[in-house]
């Protein structure tokens, strides 16, 4: 059964960095695409970033030049680089993933609903 477990949320100033991990267990296909996105109270959940199964990256431009996604097939960890972080960035960050290629547009926001499989997320708070 597939299981997506996020870690290395927490509390930070603004300017500071964190590391999100989302460990993957239980896919058995070879490819899947895979994202981060994020909802902050009150708001909709959005999409921050992908990596699809080429191995091609895409970012919502709010986190542009500041946000790195990854991927560690040996430790079957997904990651998220976060950088110079805003308060604006605050929220819960989820991974997801879809079995194959992506199916929506790659240079388009993220679409949640193509995601069939999902974590149960990561608190980060940044603080001014």
């Known amino acids: 059964q597939e299981e997506l477990v996020e870690s290395g949320g927490g509390s930070v100033q603004v300017g500071q960095s964190l590391r999100l991990s989302c460990a993957a267990s239980g896919f058995t296909y070879p490819k899947y695409s895979w994202a981060w996105f994020r909802q902050a109270p009150g708001k909709k959940r959005e999409g921050v970033a992908g990596i699809n199964t080429d191995g091609s990256t895409t970012y919502a431009d709010s986190v542009k030049g500041r946000f790195t996604i990854s991927q560690d097939n040996a430790r079957n960890t997904l990651y998220l680089q976060m950088n110079n972080l805003k308060p604006e960035d605050t929220g819960r960050y989820f991974c997801?993933?879809?079995?194959?290629?992506?199916?929506?547009?790659?240079?388009?926001?993220?679409?949640?609903?193509?995601?069939?499989?999902w974590g149960q997320g990561t608190m980060v708070n940044v603080s001014s």
């Open positions: 997801a993933a879809e079995l194959g290629r992506y199916g929506g547009n790659w240079h388009e926001p993220l679409r949640g609903d193509l995601f069939e499989y």
